[in-house]
């Protein structure tokens, strides 16, 4: 038998004694945060078993808290997992966006101080990037960083940050230099939420959710020793770390579906529509979910050549822009498309007469359409391709 073999042999005896029942199908994740309480004991059960095998973070390297997967023995865990509707453990802003981000530019130091905590589920990030006038043109961002002894000072102000109240931490792109050209004065560095200088206020939507913030820092500290990559050299790390956000490698490379409920529209237009012979009965739903159906596997398995490609199974660069235009323009498609083959049981925002998920997936019909526009909207998505990708002049 090849070690492969072997491994997915052991890990599928693992997994089916270790992942309890309630982890498995659509359920709560994770996402490190130390101002939330997991509530399921099986989730949580899973949690602790995963995070000591180290895969809650399988590639990341064992002195990290990591597995030390290979490419290929991570897509066997997930093949494996995704057998049994195994939930992921874990899934914060630490594993997918600045833990990659500090494997590729932190200092030994940084990786050893910072991923652990990720990986034990022990902490949660958000991300400082958008201000009230720099979103497409992160660029023009103005808040301040000043060095005085052992820490940056920080004054100004974050905007749409998605957890914040949540986190523990934020990774912060910062103005270290304004007299230099816009994309050279910027650094990227990491600082604690909880401290004097740092106030969160929600952003209340019209749902009466509050899922992101305006954040205002008056004269917040970052130590030192928390700048990533050298100093002004900020917009290459944090370009960087929005190709690992944009990827979405954590889910993409055994074409996994993840937590959102992603490929159960035959069942959901059999259950509604009705069935002619094993088929669902309508000829243009018919149609339309094998068109949804077709682009999604079309994209899963263009995302795993494309990172088949790349070293070490490495997140790919600017080709990201492309998963995240393809990938969020579907979310809307599946969601449009859950909620029309009900009929009118699609539109229930409340109330008795509709079933927890036919009031979900309304929800999330709502949240898609923040989807082409949160990590860069997709017009900015189309403009990296045509430059990055295609090669045409500005
Ligand atoms: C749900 C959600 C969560 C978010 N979470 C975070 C977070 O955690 N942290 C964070 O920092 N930010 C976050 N954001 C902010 C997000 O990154 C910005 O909203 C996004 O980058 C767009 O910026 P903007 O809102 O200022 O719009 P603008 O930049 O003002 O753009 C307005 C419109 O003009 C278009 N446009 C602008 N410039 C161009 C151009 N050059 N070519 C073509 N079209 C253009 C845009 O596509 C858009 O349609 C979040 C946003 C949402 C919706």
Request: net charge negative; aromatic share 8%.
């Amino acid at each position: 038998m090849s070690d492969l073999a072997a491994f997915r042999q052991e890990t599928r005896a693992w997994l089916a004694e270790n992942c309890p029942p309630g982890a498995r199908g659509p359920g709560e994740v994770s996402n490190g945060s130390t101002k939330i309480r997991i509530q399921d004991a099986d989730t949580r059960q899973w949690l602790g078993r995963m995070v000591e095998k180290g895969w809650t973070v399988p590639t990341w390297p064992k002195a990290y808290g990591g597995g030390g997967l290979s490419k290929e023995e991570y897509v066997v865990l997930l093949e494996e997992m995704r057998a049994i509707r195994a939930r992921p453990a874990l899934s914060s802003f630490g594993t997918s966006m600045i833990g990659p981000t500090l494997l590729e530019f932190g200092t030994e130091e940084q990786k050893l101080r910072h991923l652990p905590r990720i990986a034990r589920a022990e902490v949660e990030w958000c991300q400082g990037y958008s201000e009230p006038g720099a979103g497409s043109d992160l660029a023009s961002l103005q808040t301040r960083a000043v060095l005085e002894g052992d820490h940056y000072v920080i004054n100004g102000s974050k905007i749409w940050t998605s957890g914040a109240h949540n986190a523990d931490w934020m990774f912060i792109l910062v103005r270290t230099d304004p007299d230099a050209p816009k994309h050279e004065g910027i650094s990227f560095m990491l600082l604690p939420m909880d401290q004097a200088g740092v106030t969160v206020k929600p952003i209340r939507l019209i749902s009466g959710q509050s899922p992101f913030n305006q954040v205002f820092f008056d004269n917040a500290l970052a130590a030192r020793e928390d700048l990533v990559g050298e100093l002004n050299k900020g917009w290459t790390v944090g370009k960087r770390l929005l190709q690992h956000e944009r990827s979405g490698m954590e889910s993409l490379m055994a074409g996994s579906t993840g937590n959102r409920g992603f490929g159960g529209l035959p069942d959901v237009a059999k259950a509604y529509v009705g069935e002619t012979a094993g088929r669902v009965a309508d000829a243009a739903m018919r149609d339309a979910i094998s068109r949804y159906e077709m682009d999604s596997r079309a994209l899963k398995l263009t995302q795993r050549r494309v990172v088949e490609e790349s070293a070490d199974g490495a997140t790919p660069g600017p080709a990201t822009s492309i998963f995240k235009v393809m990938s969020t323009d579907l979310e809307k498609i599946y969601y449009d498309l859950a909620t029309a083959l009900r009929g009118s049981q699609g539109y229930g925002w409340e109330g008795d007469a509709f079933t927890p998920a036919e009031l979900d997936d309304l929800r999330k019909l709502m949240s898609s359409r923040a989807a082409s526009i949160y990590s860069g909207s997709n017009e900015i998505q189309r403009n990296i391709i045509a430059k990055r990708v295609l090669g045409l002049p500005d």
